[in-house]
Each structure stands twice: as structure tokens, then as C-alpha cells.
């Protein structure tokens, strides 16, 4: 059973006993108002209605031997006004004794025996005083007449006490009542009060208790104790709760295991990591000095060959030559732009705040010579200062001005265009020429490393540059594309973000690769 279909049967019961105890309360409430109204508006006014028909019997004989004795007729009206009240006083009796039958015939008894008595004697008496009889000549008659009286009398007196019996046992069910209807009350209120306890108790065992207990449990899992168990109980969607958390503590078992042993296998590739790049940097070290002495050795060695010997050497042996120190001098071009590419990201760690207007002008002097002999023009917007390497924001200026100049067409000066944009992320950054420019076909190949889309004699350099340009961009958390929507010679756009996001790594053997344009 669940906690939701307990707690509604919990409910459920205790709304019944509500019920049933409101129901029992209204039985008991209804038993002792019906004993108190039948007590306080029937016998009670009956009792009285009885006792004033005695004594309006008493004022009539009263009134009736009075006029007897005396003749005077002012005395009869007592006698006609206690007629007409005593009739009224025996209806209202009669009404209140209606749900008393025993009662209501000693009354009609009663009345009977007065109505008798009025009409032999009071009416007779009456008439022959009117006559001239004297009132002792009618002595006789008032004798007959008062044991006449008595017998009516002796009716309502016996009328009064089964009235005082009927009254005295009402007020006995009233208080045997009222008794009754505060001990249910009090035991409606003593179960609904015991029903909350054992509610309570419930709840607690049910409910509650399987909820802290499983709190606990996740409380204890998630200090670290993850291979502690959580048994199912209590009701079946706190139990299936339960299967679900021991569920997920399983899957963070397994996950956390999975994750050590990939944390182990990455420290291990960490490690295999660090030995390559000490091997690396020891192979750049060897690159640097090592293998360039011997190619310095060739140049040289052909070059002196050559001024030796060029007067006994034909014209192919002098080719053969050349062809010896220009490969020389493009292996050690070689050598140098790959030191340069390998070191960006490990050996340039000056990071800082870099005027980008400053960069700029360091790359125009660096390449004043050929800017010069294109008779190139470079216009630029007013360049920020951003976050970053100036080496390297050198480097990258210097090889994108330097592809625009030697990229250029031969019937007009090259014109370099510099422009920036901000944004909230940072700023984009385009290079546009008016040179030869670049199919969109080559769009992605042009980044790659020693890719060249012109044969090697017709344009000088390693094609590493551009590969170095979007390798310093993405250095600095940015990215490098060719805009192929421009037609007018080649536009190259770049990003960089204006927080800093690069990582600082110790320069190695304390070498700066040297600056190499494409």
C-alpha cells in the first residue's frame, strides 16, 4: 500500500468516526431537548393549568354560597367570570396533556364531575334564590351541593399528583439524559483524541520513520560512504523510492570506478605525455642547433666550392651547385618555421595586456624591406588592447601582412586594409589586400601545414604561415577564417576574446623562435 492510499484510509477513518460521533452527539443532544421541552412545555404548564381549574371550582362554590346567603347579585359575577376562565384554562389543558392520555382522561373526568356539579346544584341554587326562596330553606341544598364539589375536586386533587408523579419522573429522564449525553461526548472526545494518537503513531511508523531512515542513508551516501546499501521498506512508493536511489547509487559506483580507472589510464597518457614532450623539446633543442650546423656546413662548403671552382665547372655542375645551397637554405627555413609552430602554446608565456597598435608597427618594421620595394600601403583602424602574447600577436600580424604583400598583383601596389568591430564577446578583427587572392575551393586547405596553392619557384616561404597564424589565434581563444565572400583579393578574418584564456607555460633551453612570414 502506498503512503498516499494509507494516509487516505487513515482519513477515511477518522472522517467516520467524526461522523459517527456527531451523528451519536445529535441523537443524544435530540433525546435530552425532546425530555426538557416535554417537561418544561406540557407537564409543567399542565401541573399549573390543573391547580388553577382547582381554584377557580373553589372561587365559584366561594361566589355561589355568598350570593345564597346574602341575596346580592354583584357576588354571582366572580362565579360567570370563573365559568368562563375555567373553560378556557380545561382547553389549554386538554392541548398540553394531548401526548399524556392517562392524564388527559382524569382531566375530562374531572371537568365532567364540575360540569355535573354546576348544572344540579349552582344553576338550581341560583334560580330558586332568584325566586324568593329563603337561604334556609336552601341549606339543605348547599350540603348536597358541597359533597358534589368534593367528588370534582378530589378528581383534580388526584389529577394534580399523577401530574407531580409524571413531572418528578420527566425531571428524572432529564437528568438521566443529561448524564448520558456528557458521558458520549465525553467518549466522542476520547476517541478522537485516542484515533490521533494512533493516527500519529502511524504515520510515524509508516511513514515517517522509513522517510528518515532513508534520509539518513542518502545523507551517509552523500558524505562518501558509497558503498552503503539502502533497503527497501515502509510503503511501496517509499520502498520503490528507495530501489531508485540504491539504483543511482550504484550507477555513481560504477560511474566513479569507470571514472578512476580513466582517471588512471589519463594519468598514465599524462605521463607518457610529459616523457613526449620532453622528447619534443629536447628534439627541438637538437633541431635548433644540431641539425642546422651541418646544413650551415653544406651552404657554405658549396658556396666556397662554387667560388673556387666556377671557372673549371661548366654550366651544370654550377646548376648542381645551386641546387645544393638552395636546398640547404630552404631545409633550414624549414627547420626554423617548425621550431616556430611547435612553440607556440609551450614556449611564448609573456601574457599580458598587448597594444595591438604596437604589434602592428613591430611587424611593418620587421618587414619595411618588401613593404617597401611593393611599394605597399597599410591603413589601419585604431587597434585595442587585448590580453595575450606581443610575440606572438607580432608574429601573426607579420605573417598575414607579409602573404598580402607577396601575394600581390603585378600591375599595382598592394593596399592593406585593417579593420576591427567589438562586440560584447570581444572583437573581429579582418585583413583585406587587393592581390591575387584565394579560391574559396582552398578555404580550409590554406590553414594546413605545407600546403602551397602556387608551385614552389613561383613564391618563396615554407607555406607554414597561415597554419602558424590560426594556430596563434586559437592560442589566444579565438578563430581564423578566410572571408570568401570578398572578391577583391584576399580578406582573412580572426576573433579574440577580450577575457584572457590562455595558459601560461615556461619558456624551454631560454629560446624565442625567430619571426618567419610565409
Not at 229 to 248: H, K, N, Q, S, Y
Request: include cysteine.
Amino acid at each position: 500500500m502506498t503512503t498516499s492510499r494509507r494516509l487516505s484510509v487513515m482519513m477515511l477513518g477518522m472522517t467516520v468516526l467524526v461522523l459517527t460521533g456527531g451523528g451519536v452527539g445529535a441523537v443524544a443532544l435530540s433525546h435530552t431537548a425532546a425530555v426538557s421541552n416535554r417537561l418544561a412545555d406540557h407537564i409543567s404548564p399542565a401541573r399549573t393549568a390543573v391547580s388553577r381549574l382547582e381554584s377557580g371550582l373553589l372561587e365559584q362554590v366561594a361566589a355561589v354560597r355568598g350570593y345564597v346567603v346574602t341575596g346580592d347579585p354583584e357576588l354571582l359575577r366572580p362565579y360567570e367570570e370563573g365559568v368562563a376562565a375555567e373553560r378556557a384554562t380545561a382547553q389549554r389543558a386538554r392541548d398540553l396533556l394531548a401526548d399524556e392520555p392517562e392524564a388527559r382522561r382524569e382531566l375530562d373526568a374531572a371537568l365532567a364531575l364540575a360540569e355535573r356539579w354546576r348544572a344540579e346544584y349552582p344553576t338550581r341554587l341560583i334560580a330558586a334564590r332568584r325566586a324568593g326562596t329563603s337561604a334556609a330553606e336552601l341549606a339543605p341544598v348547599v350540603r348536597r351541593s358541597g359533597l358534589a364539589f368534593d367528588a370534582a375536586q378530589a378528581a383534580l386533587t388526584s389529577l394534580e399528583a399523577r401530574l407531580d408523579r409524571v413531572q418528578a419522573a420527566g425531571r428524572a429522564d432529564l437528568d438521566r439524559a443529561r448524564a448520558l449525553r456528557d458521558l458520549l461526548f465525553v467518549a466522542i472526545l476520547a476517541t478522537l483524541l485516542l484515533s490521533s494518537i494512533v493516527i500519529s503513531v502511524l504515520v510515524r511508523t509508516t511513514v515517517l520513520r522509513p522517510l528518515d531512515r532513508l534520509g539518513a542513508s542518502v545523507r551517509r551516501v552523500a558524505g562518501g560512504d558509497f558503498e552503503h546499501r539502502l533497503a527497501p521498506e515502509g510503503p511501496a512508493d517509499i520502498a520503490r523510492l528507495t530501489t531508485d536511489v540504491e539504483t543511482m547509487r550504484q550507477r555513481m559506483v560504477d560511474a566513479l570506478h569507470t571514472g578512476r580507472r580513466q582517471r588512471d589510464a589519463l594519468e598514465q597518457q599524462a605521463a607518457e605525455l610529459r616523457r613526449s614532450n620532453e622528447d619534443l623539446e629536447q628534439f627541438a633543442y637538437v633541431a635548433s642547433h644540431d641539425l642546422q650546423e651541418p646544413l650551415r656546413k653544406v651552404a657554405s662548403f658549396c658556396q666556397m666550392l662554387h667560388r673556387r671552382y666556377a671557372d673549371q665547372l661548366d654550366d651544370r655542375g654550377r646548376q648542381y651547385i645551386g641546387y645544393a645551397v638552395d636546398g640547404a637554405t630552404r631545409m633550414q627555413s624549414l627547420i626554423n618555421d617548425l621550431l616556430a609552430f611547435s612553440r607556440i602554446g609551450r614556449v611564448y608565456s609573456d601574457d599580458r595586456e598587448v597594444d595591438l597598435a604596437a604589434t602592428l608597427a613591430q611587424a611593418e618594421s620587421n618587414l619595411s624591406e618588401p613593404i617597401a620595394e611593393a611599394g605597399a600601403e597599410i591603413v589601419a583602424d585604431p587597434l585595442p588592447v587585448v590580453h595575450g602574447d606581443p610575440t606572438l600577436l607580432t608574429m601573426l600580424w607579420q605573417n598575414l601582412l607579409g602573404n598580402a604583400v607577396k601575394f600581390r598583383r603585378p600591375d599595382r601596389a598592394p593596399r592593406v586594409r585593417v579593420t576591427v568591430t567589438e562586440d560584447a564577446a570581444g572583437w573581429e578583427f579582418a585583413v583585406a589586400d587587393n592581390g591575387i587572392g584565394i579560391d574559396p575551393r582552398y578555404a580550409d586547405k590554406i590553414f594546413l601545414i605545407f600546403q602551397r596553392l602556387h608551385p614552389r619557384g613561383t613564391y618563396d616561404g615554407t607555406g607554414i604561415g597561415l597554419a602558424i597564424c590560426k594556430k596563434i589565434i586559437e592560442y589566444h581563444g579565438g578563430t581564423l577564417w578566410l572571408d570568401d565572400a570578398h572578391t577583391e583579393g584576399a580578406r582573412f578574418v580572426f576573433t579574440l576574446p577580450k577575457p584572457a584564456a590562455t595558459a601560461a607555460v615556461p619558456e624551454q633551453k631560454g629560446e624565442r623562435a625567430p619571426v618567419a612570414p610565409a
